[in-house]
């Protein structure tokens, strides 16, 4: 595969974010092999704490270090994307697993085709690439997504991700782990971002390097950040869940009560109407509060697309005014790579 070319007077700015904790065993070859696949690319590597020399041995390979001391991936994530500017955002783990080469090809879909998010789908010939347990949770955690907020993607825990700047200006980080990926994924999903996912290569780590991510522990930390973006960004549904519970819950207990008054003229217990009574109550406060925090949810969607709109309007004008060679070469682009649908 060719690697991006893109004029030195481009307007089109393409960094790499690699974020890092102990990778000093795949970083320089990280940094290496971004570097041949993205010739014109600033490389940034993102220390966070690392005590095996992974900041130095990046700085040796040619990357722009700097640190995140706050310890986890969505901290470090958070300061890449705002210390940094850029067109197009590369976002890659450090760790040597990823194929450096789909870069190129992720960068053409995204300008290609006006994407927001183009994904490197992992692909492993090697079980020892990708644990069974990873797999089964990524696919658990996958569908979990796809119920909760529609169409989605077949691999939404890939590290390998390329951005437009739109895209990283309307995107809050919130947040701390390895909770970002999705995150991401469900911020694509509820603004109905167009997105990709292209094929990448999965390699077993270098010897050496050890995976960060406990399957179990951060497995449950993913799903508590499915549920806390369902209960922010689709209220109404979840509110209105509860409140359905709740509601059920009064109705079976009201239900012999009323029984034996229809029968008797008798309401003989009286702690069970007044719970049941108090059950129905807090289900229609439960309704109501998912109503006005559906409205308040839209309102911040609606900024956040406003922001996504007005950057690549910016961007699209800036491209405008870039070299009539600029201009040809993204257009050629075009011609190679079709129209993608908004998700794959």
Known sequence: MEPLAVPPMSKTRVVVLIPCYNEAAAIGDVVRDFRSALPDARIYVYDNNSSDGTAAIAAEAGAIVRFETRQGKGHVVRRMLSETDADVYVMVDGDGTYDAST???????????????????????????????????????????????????????????????????????????????????????????????????YRVRPSGSHSKLRTYHDGFRILGMIVRLFRTERPQLFYSLIGALLLLTSVSMAIPIVITFLETGLVPRFPTAILASAVAVSSLLSFACGLILDTVTQGRREAKMLLYMATTRNQESSLEEAPDVVRSTIRSWSHVLPRSKSSQ
């Open 103 to 201: 870069s190129s090809e992720m960068v053409r879909a995204l300008l290609a085709n006006h994407l927001a998010m183009v994904v490197g789908r992992r692909v492993h010939e090697s079980s020892g690439a990708y644990p069974r347990g990873h797999v089964f949770g990524n696919r658990t955690l996958t569908s979990a997504v796809e119920l909760l907020f529609g169409r989605t993607f077949t691999d939404i825990l890939s590290g390998y991700r390329v951005f437009s700047r739109a895209f990283v200006a309307s995107f809050p980080v919130t947040s701390r782990g390895f909770e970002i990926e999705t995150e991401l994924t469900v911020h694509a999903l509820t603004l109905n971002l167009p997105a990709q996912e292209i094929q990448s290569a």
